[in-house]
C-alpha cells in the first residue's frame, strides 16, 4: 500500500496524469536505466544492505565521501523533491538549495543523459518504500571541501553537450550506455592533478582510479588494451565477469557487472561492446 501511495505522490510531482499501466511502464524502464547507470552500488552502504539509503564511503584522494539517502523518505531521503529537482541534480549538479554537488557524484557523465531517461529513474526511486537513514558528513579537507570552488571546477571540467549522434544507430546506443548511463570513463579515463577527465586519453585506465585501483586500459589497443577480445568476450564479460584468459573480475568492477551490465539485455551489452571496439586504440599500460 505504501508504495503504491508513493507512486500516486511521485506522479503527482511529475505533474502527469498518467494511468496506472503507463506509470508502471515508466517505473519498469526506470528500473532498468538505474541499473545502467549503477546507482545502487554508490548509494548503498555494503555493510548496512539498505538498497539506495546512502553512507557508502567512497575514497577518493581528497578524502572520504559518503553517498547520501536517495530513498524517497521525506524526512532523511528525496521524498520531496520535484522532478525538476532531481534532473538538475543528477544532469548537472546542483541541489535544490542550489549549491554544487562534489564530482564524486559522477553528474558530470550523466549530464548527456536524456531528460526522459532522467525522468524514468525518478519515479522509480519514488516507487521505493522510503528508509529513514540520516545522511553522513563527508571527510574531505579544505580546500576540496568548499563547495562553492565546485563552480570553477565545473567551469573546467563540466561539459554537458551532447554530442552529435553517430551515424550506427547500435553504435550511438553503446555510446549512449558507456558514456551516459555506464559513466565507464568516471574510472577508467585517466584524471589530472584537479581531478577533472583527461579525454585525450578516453578510456585509457590508470593507477588509482576507482576507489585507488588499477583501472584497466579498454581502448582497443592490441598490447596493452583489449584490443585481442572479441564483441562476444565483451559480452559475457559484461554479462558474468568472466574474461576471456578465465580470470574473474575484481575490485568495483564486479559490482558495475553486477549490479549493472548484468541486469541489461543482451542487445545494450552487445552495444556496448561494439561501441568500445570502435573507439581509439590508445597504448597505455597500467602499473603502480
Ligand atoms: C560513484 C558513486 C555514485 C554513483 C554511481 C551515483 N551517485 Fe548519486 N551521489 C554520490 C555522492 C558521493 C553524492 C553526494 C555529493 C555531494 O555531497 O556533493 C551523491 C548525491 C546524489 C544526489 C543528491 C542527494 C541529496 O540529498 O542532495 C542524488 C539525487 C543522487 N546522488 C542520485 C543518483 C542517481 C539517480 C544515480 C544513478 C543515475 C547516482 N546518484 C549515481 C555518489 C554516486
Ligand atoms: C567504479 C569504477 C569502475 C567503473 C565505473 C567501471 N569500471 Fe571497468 N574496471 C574497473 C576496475 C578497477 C577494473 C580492474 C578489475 C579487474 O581487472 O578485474 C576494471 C576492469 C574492466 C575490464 C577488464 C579489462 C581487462 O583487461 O581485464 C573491462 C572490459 C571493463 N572494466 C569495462 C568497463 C565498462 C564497459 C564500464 C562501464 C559500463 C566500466 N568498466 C566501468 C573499475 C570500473
Redesign the pocket.
Known sequence: MEKILNLAASLLAMGVAAFPAEANEMVEKGAYL?AA???Q???TDPKEKQAFAGGRP?KTPFGI??????TPDSKSG?GN?TEEE?IK??KQGI??EGS???P???YTS?AKMTDQDAKA?FAY?RSLSPIERE?RD?EIVAPFSW?WLQTGWKLLFFDDKTPAPLADKKLDRGRYLVDALG?CG?CHTPRNSLGGLDQSRYLAGMAGGGEGELVSNITPDPKTGIGDWSTGDMVSFLETGMKPDFDDVQGSMEEVISHGTSKLTKEDREAMAEYLRSITPIENKISR
Open positions: 538505474t547507470a549503477g546507482c552500488a554508490c548509494h567512497l565521501f559518503y553517498s547520501p539517502n536517495i528525496i523533491w532531481f541534480a543528477v541541489s535544490p554544487h554537488y562534489f564524486a557524484f559522477p550523466y529513474i526511486l545522511n563527508h563547495r559513466h568516471e
